[in-house]
């Protein structure tokens, strides 16, 4: 079924999940099994992540070095396929810019149409490790509209997929103000996206200015916020540095007031994305996005309290 009707035809707000695929070696039954405590809620789908191949450069015994293409992770279809299988809901596999010429996307677009799947998450990706700037694959796209305008070019008109893209409250880092990075989301949805699923944040009130915000700048679909809850004291810097977001001055003093407390730690952090999973609801949202990092115990925890 196609988000885009599971979101309108749902009479309450419902938990939309997301996983990493994982590292080369698990099984599909390991797989499987990791999935398995969320179908104690019915999930509607689950979505599923990828990342840009990357390469390494090997020294050859002439002294040259060549590059070789590693994948350390299950592909996104393959995940998407064994959740399918087994639990026969639908998937949402991520598909982005980066590493891809247009020709690579259509070719996936059309093993995600033979397999049935109605649905996809359209991203520009991130950058390659050394890279300052996003560079597009020669051939292919340097924005996540364009991503979409081809997803809709290859339907034809026939209405294939439901299409997500990312939204982000606090800004996207390369975006000069929150104003900018709103007309960019708009060029998004109006080449055709259905709704979007923003980045995690850990203040509501950001979500709510950045979802007014988006309503007067005319994007009507549907907005659905995206939680995680922090599992380690490392996390107050990381985050941060890796998506360029906020955390408030009380998550973080009870985070350092518990110290080297992992598990105190681990119990603030999903408290507090109850809170704001609970605040979230009794403001309306459709939905509530869950970014799972391949974790299952806190997540299960949160749904049970909020849903």
Known sequence: ??????????????????????????????????????????????????????????????????????????????????????????????????????????????????????????????????????????????????????????????????????????????????ETDIENLKKKVDAGADYIITQMFFDNDVFYRYADLCRKAGISVPIIPGLKPLTTSRQLTLLPESFSIDIPVELTSEIRAAGDDRQAVYRIGTDWCIMQCKDLLAHGVPAVHFYTMGKSENIVRILRECF
């Open 1 to 178: 079924m196609k988000i885009k009707d599971i979101l309108r035809q749902s009479r309450k707000a419902f938990p939309s999940l997301e996983i990493v695929p994982p590292l080369k070696g698990m099984t599909h039954n390991e797989l499987v099994e990791s999935v398995r405590p969320f179908m104690e809620f019915s999930p509607k789908y689950i979505n599923v992540t990828c990342h840009r191949d990357e390469y390494q450069f090997r020294k050859e015994p002439d002294g040259s070095f060549s590059r070789h293409l590693v994948r350390n992770k299950v592909s996104e279809v393959a995940v998407c396929c064994a959740i399918m299988s087994a639990y026969r809901i639908d998937v949402v596999p991520h598909m982005i810019c980066g590493g891809n010429t247009a020709d690579e996307i259509d070719n996936k677009l059309s093993d995600l149409k033979f397999l049935g799947i109605e649905n996809v998450m359209a991203l520009r990706g991130d950058c390659t490790v050394g890279e300052k700037r996003f560079v597009p694959e020669e051939g292919g796209y340097s924005h996540a509209s364009e991503l979409v305008e081809a997803i809709r070019k290859f339907e034809a008109g026939n209405g294939i997929f439901s299409i997500g893209v990312g939204g982000y409250p606090e800004k996207h880092f390369e975006a000069s103000n929150i």
